[in-house]
Protein backbone atom coordinates (compact mmCIF):
# COMPACT_ATOMS: atom_id res chain seq x y z
CA UNK A 1 0.00 0.00 0.00
CA UNK A 2 1.12 3.99 -0.90
CA UNK A 3 2.46 5.06 2.15
CA UNK A 4 3.68 8.79 1.22
CA UNK A 5 1.94 10.81 -1.42
CA UNK A 6 3.14 14.52 -2.89
CA UNK A 7 1.20 17.09 -4.44
CA UNK A 8 1.88 20.34 -6.89
CA UNK A 9 0.13 22.96 -8.71
CA UNK A 10 1.93 23.98 -11.41
CA UNK A 11 1.73 25.85 -14.24
CA UNK A 12 -1.12 29.32 -14.47
CA UNK A 13 -3.14 29.51 -11.55
CA UNK A 14 -6.47 28.85 -11.57
CA UNK A 15 -9.17 29.23 -9.01
CA UNK A 16 -10.30 26.09 -7.80
CA UNK A 17 -6.58 24.94 -7.50
CA UNK A 18 -7.15 25.34 -3.38
CA UNK A 19 -10.22 23.11 -3.21
CA UNK A 20 -8.60 20.27 -5.29
CA UNK A 21 -5.14 20.30 -2.96
CA UNK A 22 -7.73 20.10 0.54
CA UNK A 23 -9.29 16.67 -1.23
CA UNK A 24 -6.30 15.55 -2.18
CA UNK A 25 -4.96 16.14 1.26
CA UNK A 26 -7.72 15.18 3.61
CA UNK A 27 -8.44 12.40 1.50
CA UNK A 28 -5.06 10.98 1.56
CA UNK A 29 -5.13 10.99 5.52
CA UNK A 30 -8.29 9.88 5.85
CA UNK A 31 -6.96 6.59 3.87
CA UNK A 32 -3.79 6.44 6.25
CA UNK A 33 -1.50 8.27 4.03
CA UNK A 34 1.02 10.50 4.90
CA UNK A 35 0.85 14.08 2.51
CA UNK A 36 3.84 16.40 1.06
CA UNK A 37 2.90 19.48 -0.04
CA UNK A 38 5.26 20.81 -2.80
CA UNK A 39 5.58 24.48 -3.06
CA UNK A 40 6.19 25.94 -6.65
CA UNK A 41 5.51 22.94 -8.82
CA UNK A 42 8.50 21.29 -10.17
CA UNK A 43 10.48 24.11 -9.20
CA UNK A 44 9.71 22.92 -5.26
CA UNK A 45 10.19 19.21 -6.24
CA UNK A 46 13.81 20.14 -8.04
CA UNK A 47 15.06 21.94 -4.38
CA UNK A 48 13.21 19.93 -2.38
CA UNK A 49 10.97 22.64 -1.29
CA UNK A 50 8.64 20.19 0.42
CA UNK A 51 6.69 20.11 3.33
CA UNK A 52 4.43 17.66 5.21
CA UNK A 53 1.08 18.19 5.26
CA UNK A 54 -2.02 17.77 7.89
CA UNK A 55 -5.65 18.86 8.06
CA UNK A 56 -5.09 22.09 9.13
CA UNK A 57 -2.55 22.99 6.47
CA UNK A 58 -5.39 22.97 4.55
CA UNK A 59 -8.41 24.61 6.51
CA UNK A 60 -10.27 27.60 5.31
CA UNK A 61 -8.41 27.79 1.82
CA UNK A 62 -11.25 26.13 -0.20
CA UNK A 63 -12.74 29.53 -0.96
CA UNK A 64 -9.38 31.27 -1.98
CA UNK A 65 -8.29 31.71 -5.48
CA UNK A 66 -4.61 31.43 -6.52
CA UNK A 67 -2.91 28.21 -5.07
CA UNK A 68 -1.56 28.08 -1.55
CA UNK A 69 1.34 25.66 -2.80
CA UNK A 70 2.30 28.77 -5.33
CA UNK A 71 3.27 27.37 -9.01
CA UNK A 72 5.86 28.40 -11.38
CA UNK A 73 7.35 27.22 -14.57
CA UNK A 74 10.40 24.78 -14.41
CA UNK A 75 12.67 25.00 -17.48
CA UNK A 76 14.92 22.53 -16.16
CA UNK A 77 12.53 20.19 -15.32
CA UNK A 78 12.37 19.75 -18.98
CA UNK A 79 15.18 18.38 -19.59
CA UNK A 80 15.92 14.43 -18.99
CA UNK A 81 18.65 15.48 -15.79
CA UNK A 82 15.73 17.27 -14.35
CA UNK A 83 13.63 14.65 -14.01
CA UNK A 84 16.08 12.19 -13.12
CA UNK A 85 16.54 14.75 -10.31
CA UNK A 86 13.18 15.43 -9.40
CA UNK A 87 12.32 11.49 -9.06
CA UNK A 88 15.79 10.88 -7.04
CA UNK A 89 14.15 13.62 -4.17
CA UNK A 90 10.79 11.56 -4.20
CA UNK A 91 12.90 8.46 -3.42
CA UNK A 92 15.07 10.23 -0.74
CA UNK A 93 11.83 11.57 1.01
CA UNK A 94 9.87 8.15 0.30
CA UNK A 95 7.13 9.76 -1.64
CA UNK A 96 5.64 7.03 -3.94
CA UNK A 97 2.86 8.79 -5.75
CA UNK A 98 2.51 12.54 -6.95
CA UNK A 99 -0.67 14.93 -7.92
CA UNK A 100 -0.20 17.10 -10.59
CA UNK A 101 -2.51 20.34 -10.88
CA UNK A 102 -1.53 21.85 -14.05
CA UNK A 103 -2.55 21.99 -17.78
CA UNK A 104 -0.92 20.39 -20.41
CA UNK A 105 2.57 21.39 -19.81
CA UNK A 106 2.56 20.05 -16.59
CA UNK A 107 1.05 16.36 -17.33
CA UNK A 108 3.91 16.05 -19.86
CA UNK A 109 5.96 16.22 -17.10
CA UNK A 110 4.16 13.81 -14.53
CA UNK A 111 4.55 11.52 -18.15
CA UNK A 112 8.36 12.04 -18.09
CA UNK A 113 8.30 10.93 -14.02
CA UNK A 114 5.48 7.99 -14.49
CA UNK A 115 8.27 6.71 -17.42
CA UNK A 116 10.72 6.45 -14.90
CA UNK A 117 8.70 4.84 -12.50
CA UNK A 118 7.24 7.80 -10.22
CA UNK A 119 2.96 6.69 -10.01
CA UNK A 120 1.43 10.60 -11.31
CA UNK A 121 -1.87 11.53 -11.38
CA UNK A 122 -2.42 14.84 -13.05
CA UNK A 123 -5.28 17.01 -12.65
CA UNK A 124 -6.80 19.71 -15.41
CA UNK A 125 -6.60 22.97 -13.94
CA UNK A 126 -6.39 25.57 -16.25
CA UNK A 127 -9.01 28.65 -16.80
CA UNK A 128 -8.91 27.73 -20.49
CA UNK A 129 -10.94 24.90 -20.97
CA UNK A 130 -8.76 23.61 -23.38
CA UNK A 131 -7.33 20.03 -22.15
CA UNK A 132 -8.87 17.27 -24.67
CA UNK A 133 -9.24 14.67 -22.35
CA UNK A 134 -12.06 16.27 -20.19
CA UNK A 135 -15.41 18.47 -20.58
CA UNK A 136 -13.98 20.62 -17.74
CA UNK A 137 -11.09 21.74 -16.17
CA UNK A 138 -10.68 23.60 -13.05
CA UNK A 139 -10.84 27.24 -12.97
CA UNK A 140 -12.86 27.61 -16.15
CA UNK A 141 -15.96 28.69 -14.41
CA UNK A 142 -15.13 31.27 -12.04
CA UNK A 143 -12.83 33.24 -15.20
CA UNK A 144 -15.91 32.87 -17.11
CA UNK A 145 -18.04 34.58 -14.33
CA UNK A 146 -15.37 37.21 -13.78
CA UNK A 147 -15.26 38.27 -17.31
CA UNK A 148 -18.83 38.17 -17.44
CA UNK A 149 -18.86 40.65 -14.59
CA UNK A 150 -16.12 43.01 -15.85
CA UNK A 151 -17.78 42.99 -19.50
CA UNK A 152 -21.16 43.79 -17.62
CA UNK A 153 -19.80 46.62 -15.82
CA UNK A 154 -17.93 47.96 -19.33
CA UNK A 155 -21.20 47.66 -21.41
CA UNK A 156 -22.71 50.15 -18.81
CA UNK A 157 -20.03 53.03 -19.78
CA UNK A 158 -20.18 51.77 -23.42
CA UNK A 159 -23.90 52.45 -22.89
CA UNK A 160 -23.54 55.59 -21.36
CA UNK A 161 -21.13 57.31 -24.07
CA UNK A 162 -22.50 55.42 -26.90
CA UNK A 163 -19.23 53.32 -27.67
CA UNK A 164 -17.83 50.43 -29.16
CA UNK A 165 -15.71 48.14 -26.60
CA UNK A 166 -13.92 45.71 -27.97
CA UNK A 167 -12.92 43.11 -25.06
CA UNK A 168 -10.30 40.95 -25.37
CA UNK A 169 -10.22 37.72 -22.57
CA UNK A 170 -8.02 35.06 -21.67
CA UNK A 171 -7.44 31.82 -23.25
CA UNK A 172 -4.31 31.34 -24.93
CA UNK A 173 -5.48 29.05 -28.00
CA UNK A 174 -8.73 28.60 -27.27
CA UNK A 175 -11.60 30.65 -27.72
CA UNK A 176 -14.16 28.57 -24.74
CA UNK A 177 -13.98 31.97 -23.02
CA UNK A 178 -14.70 34.15 -25.39
CA UNK A 179 -17.29 32.51 -26.75
CA UNK A 180 -19.40 31.79 -23.63
CA UNK A 181 -18.64 35.30 -22.27
CA UNK A 182 -19.99 36.75 -25.80
CA UNK A 183 -23.07 35.03 -25.48
CA UNK A 184 -23.66 35.28 -21.41
CA UNK A 185 -23.19 39.77 -22.20
CA UNK A 186 -25.38 39.54 -25.38
CA UNK A 187 -21.95 40.50 -27.64
CA UNK A 188 -22.71 41.94 -30.89
CA UNK A 189 -19.82 40.28 -32.41
CA UNK A 190 -16.90 37.25 -30.58
CA UNK A 191 -13.46 37.02 -32.16
CA UNK A 192 -12.09 33.43 -31.53
CA UNK A 193 -9.43 31.09 -33.08
CA UNK A 194 -11.62 27.61 -33.48
CA UNK A 195 -13.44 29.37 -36.07
CA UNK A 196 -11.46 31.32 -39.00
CA UNK A 197 -12.64 33.21 -41.95
CA UNK A 198 -11.47 33.31 -45.64
CA UNK A 199 -9.50 36.29 -45.76
CA UNK A 200 -11.16 37.38 -49.54
CA UNK A 201 -14.96 36.33 -48.89
CA UNK A 202 -14.81 36.94 -45.09
CA UNK A 203 -16.92 33.79 -45.13
CA UNK A 204 -16.33 31.55 -41.68
CA UNK A 205 -14.92 28.25 -42.80
CA UNK A 206 -14.80 25.60 -40.10
CA UNK A 207 -13.13 25.18 -37.33
CA UNK A 208 -9.76 24.04 -38.47
CA UNK A 209 -7.20 26.52 -38.02
CA UNK A 210 -5.62 28.93 -36.25
CA UNK A 211 -6.28 32.90 -37.37
CA UNK A 212 -3.08 34.07 -38.47
CA UNK A 213 -3.71 37.38 -39.98
CA UNK A 214 -2.93 40.78 -38.15
CA UNK A 215 -6.55 42.01 -37.90
CA UNK A 216 -8.68 39.10 -37.84
CA UNK A 217 -12.30 38.28 -39.46
CA UNK A 218 -14.05 40.56 -41.73
CA UNK A 219 -14.25 44.02 -39.80
CA UNK A 220 -16.25 45.62 -43.13
CA UNK A 221 -18.97 42.74 -42.34
CA UNK A 222 -18.89 43.63 -38.53
CA UNK A 223 -18.91 47.31 -39.10
CA UNK A 224 -21.86 47.49 -41.89
CA UNK A 225 -24.01 45.45 -39.51
CA UNK A 226 -23.69 48.37 -36.51
CA UNK A 227 -24.73 50.77 -38.90
CA UNK A 228 -27.55 49.09 -39.34
CA UNK A 229 -28.18 48.35 -36.24
CA UNK A 230 -27.33 52.01 -35.05
CA UNK A 231 -29.79 53.29 -37.72
CA UNK A 232 -32.53 51.05 -36.23
CA UNK A 233 -31.96 53.13 -32.40
CA UNK A 234 -29.11 50.39 -31.06
CA UNK A 235 -26.84 53.22 -29.68
CA UNK A 236 -23.46 50.96 -28.19
CA UNK A 237 -21.68 47.54 -29.16
CA UNK A 238 -19.33 44.95 -27.14
CA UNK A 239 -17.11 42.94 -29.39
CA UNK A 240 -15.41 40.07 -27.64
CA UNK A 241 -11.63 38.88 -28.44
CA UNK A 242 -9.97 35.47 -27.17
CA UNK A 243 -6.23 36.72 -26.60
CA UNK A 244 -4.95 34.04 -29.08
CA UNK A 245 -6.38 36.57 -31.88
CA UNK A 246 -5.71 39.78 -29.57
CA UNK A 247 -5.24 43.53 -31.76
CA UNK A 248 -7.78 44.33 -29.93
CA UNK A 249 -7.06 47.79 -29.86
CA UNK A 250 -6.21 47.53 -33.64
CA UNK A 251 -10.05 45.92 -33.83
CA UNK A 252 -11.19 49.33 -31.69
CA UNK A 253 -9.45 51.52 -33.97
CA UNK A 254 -10.64 50.17 -37.46
CA UNK A 255 -14.21 49.43 -36.09
CA UNK A 256 -14.15 53.42 -35.10
CA UNK A 257 -12.91 54.32 -38.63
CA UNK A 258 -15.78 52.28 -40.75
CA UNK A 259 -18.23 53.48 -38.34
CA UNK A 260 -17.64 56.52 -37.10
CA UNK A 261 -18.38 55.33 -33.36
CA UNK A 262 -16.40 55.45 -31.11
CA UNK A 263 -14.20 52.32 -30.28
CA UNK A 264 -12.28 51.97 -26.77
CA UNK A 265 -10.51 48.19 -26.46
CA UNK A 266 -10.08 46.98 -22.92
CA UNK A 267 -7.96 43.73 -22.00
CA UNK A 268 -8.99 42.05 -19.35
CA UNK A 269 -5.78 40.21 -18.61
CA UNK A 270 -4.80 38.10 -15.59
CA UNK A 271 -7.31 39.66 -12.84
CA UNK A 272 -9.52 36.65 -14.53
CA UNK A 273 -7.15 34.17 -12.97
CA UNK A 274 -8.13 35.47 -9.66
CA UNK A 275 -10.82 35.74 -7.37
CA UNK A 276 -13.19 33.77 -4.95
CA UNK A 277 -13.76 29.99 -7.43
CA UNK A 278 -17.55 29.55 -7.85
CA UNK A 279 -19.32 26.47 -6.49
CA UNK A 280 -18.82 24.62 -9.80
CA UNK A 281 -14.86 24.42 -9.25
CA UNK A 282 -15.22 23.67 -5.74
CA UNK A 283 -17.17 20.57 -6.66
CA UNK A 284 -15.07 19.26 -9.37
CA UNK A 285 -12.04 20.46 -7.70
CA UNK A 286 -13.30 18.41 -4.88
CA UNK A 287 -14.37 15.37 -6.95
CA UNK A 288 -11.36 14.86 -8.64
CA UNK A 289 -9.25 15.20 -6.30
CA UNK A 290 -10.46 12.23 -3.94
CA UNK A 291 -10.65 10.34 -6.94
CA UNK A 292 -6.73 10.66 -7.84
CA UNK A 293 -6.57 9.92 -3.96
CA UNK A 294 -8.54 6.67 -5.18
CA UNK A 295 -6.21 5.59 -7.71
CA UNK A 296 -2.97 6.19 -6.20
CA UNK A 297 -4.62 4.35 -3.06
CA UNK A 298 -4.78 1.58 -5.84
CA UNK A 299 -1.13 1.53 -7.10
CA UNK A 300 -2.20 3.22 -10.11
CA UNK A 301 -0.48 6.14 -11.96
CA UNK A 302 0.47 7.67 -15.23
CA UNK A 303 -2.92 9.28 -15.73
CA UNK A 304 -4.90 12.55 -16.04
CA UNK A 305 -8.22 12.67 -14.32
CA UNK A 306 -11.09 14.21 -16.37
CA UNK A 307 -14.72 15.01 -16.32
CA UNK A 308 -17.11 13.02 -19.64
CA UNK A 309 -20.81 13.76 -19.37
CA UNK A 310 -20.80 14.59 -15.41
CA UNK A 311 -18.78 11.51 -14.64
CA UNK A 312 -15.21 11.53 -13.46
CA UNK A 313 -12.86 9.40 -15.62
CA UNK A 314 -9.77 9.05 -16.15
CA UNK A 315 -6.96 8.44 -19.24
CA UNK A 316 -3.32 7.23 -19.95
CA UNK A 317 -1.24 10.54 -19.83
CA UNK A 318 -0.04 9.78 -23.31
CA UNK A 319 -3.41 8.93 -24.54
CA UNK A 320 -4.80 11.97 -23.07
CA UNK A 321 -1.92 14.63 -24.43
CA UNK A 322 -2.57 12.98 -27.94
CA UNK A 323 -6.10 14.08 -27.91
CA UNK A 324 -7.86 16.96 -29.60
CA UNK A 325 -10.83 18.74 -28.16
CA UNK A 326 -13.55 18.59 -30.45
CA UNK A 327 -14.98 23.02 -30.73
CA UNK A 328 -18.64 23.72 -29.83
CA UNK A 329 -19.40 24.44 -33.48
CA UNK A 330 -23.36 24.46 -32.47
CA UNK A 331 -22.84 27.37 -29.83
CA UNK A 332 -20.66 29.41 -32.34
CA UNK A 333 -23.70 29.60 -34.21
CA UNK A 334 -26.31 29.88 -31.81
CA UNK A 335 -23.95 33.23 -31.07
CA UNK A 336 -23.57 34.34 -34.50
CA UNK A 337 -27.50 33.99 -34.56
CA UNK A 338 -28.85 35.55 -31.83
CA UNK A 339 -26.01 38.75 -31.78
CA UNK A 340 -26.23 42.42 -32.35
Known sequence: MIKNIGVLTSGG????????????????????????GIHRGYVGLLT?????MDEKSVSDIIHNGGTVLYTARCPEFKTKEGVAKAKAKCDELGIE??????????????????A???????????IDNDIACTDYT??????????????????????????ISVVEVMGRWAGHIALRTGIACGASAVAIPEIPFDEETGIACGATDIITKEVPYDLDQIAQTM????????????????????????????????????????VLGHVQRGGRPTVRDRV???????????????GIGNRVVGIKD?????????????????????LHHICEEIAF
Not at 48 to 52: L, V
Open 284 to 298: EATRMGYYAVELLEK
Open 227 to 266: LKKKANGKQNFVVVVAESIGHAHEIADELQKKTGIEARAT
Open 310 to 330: SKIVDFDIQEALSMTKPYDEK
Open 116 to 126: MGMLCIGLPGT
Open 13 to 36: DAPGMNAAVRAVVRAAISKGMNVY
Open 97 to 114: GLVVIGGDGSFRGAADLS
Open 138 to 163: IGFDTAMNTAMDLVDKLRDTSQSHDR
Open 48 to 52: GDIFK
